[in-house]
């Protein structure tokens, strides 16, 4: 079992949908969790940082179930701008060492 | 205030030729990082190092591949002997401390293609 596991897509939605991407991980010991985002043959940037009351930045939603070592990110009101791959990342160990991604949900949100 | 800085941006080597990839961190950044992303796959940690020490290299290729970040320069990573499946990008990322709570940045990378 991969230790991050997400569907890789791709996700083609219109202009102003609503996407949700989700994101299971192994390692029930994992401390930190973020989504990056990475355009085509670019580097990952970070998205935004996932906590476990859940948090939100603009149109971008992450929610974080340890229970159920799950992580999501919602967009709202795609943009054009929006399309990429979205990676989920997991810290398993609280320290910088190996931060795990994994392979990525291609979105292409179209006119 | 520049970012993490990679070079050189692409890199072709032929078989059997040594490749070095440079990386110089954020300013008063002393960790760094560096990630192999294979064509149409995630990314895949290599190694971990702090001013020359190497602090995590468990994700390095038992042979031909080698990492330092002396006290002062940039940190290299070193593929001695290219093969074709060492073509891929090759990305470094540096951040100020060894916790990793607040992810980190990366360079813009380094395309190696081997031919």
């Known amino acids: 079992r991969k230790e991050v596991e997400q569907d890789p897509g791709p996700f083609n939605v219109p202009e102003g949908a609503t996407v949700a991407f989700n994101c299971t991980y192994s390692n029930s010991a994992s401390q930190s969790f973020f989504w990056y985002r990475q355009d085509c043959r670019k580097e990952p940037k970070l998205l935004m940082s996932?906590?476990?009351s859940g948090n939100e930045d603009g149109r971008f939603t992450a929610q974080l179930n340890r229970a159920s070592q799950y992580i999501s990110l919602l967009i709202r009101d795609s943009k054009l701008s929006d399309s990429a791959t979205y990676l989920c990342?997991?810290?398993?160990?609280?320290?910088?060492?190996?931060?795990?991604f994994g392979s990525g949900t291609q979105l292409t949100v179209l006119p | 205030n520049a970012g993490v800085m990679q070079n050189p941006r692409h890199l072709v080597r032929r078989r059997g030729q040594e490749a070095r990839l440079r990386c110089s961190p954020m300013k008063g950044h002393s960790h760094v990082y560096w990630y192999r992303q294979l064509p149409e796959e995630g990314l895949k940690f290599m190694v971990y190092?702090?001013?020359?020490?190497?602090?995590?290299e468990s994700g390095m290729p038992k042979e031909r591949f080698s990492a330092e970040f002396p006290k002062e320069g940039p940190s290299i990573l070193r593929i001695q002997q290219v093969v074709r499946g060492d073509s891929a990008a090759y990305f470094c990322a540096s951040s100020s401390s060894g916790q990793g709570n607040y992810g980190y940045t990366f360079g813009s990378g380094t395309r190696l293609t081997v031919v």
């Open positions: 996932v906590y476990s």
């Open positions: 190092l702090q001013k020359e020490n190497i602090i995590d």
């Open positions: 990342v997991v810290n398993p160990r609280g320290s910088a060492r190996q931060l795990t």
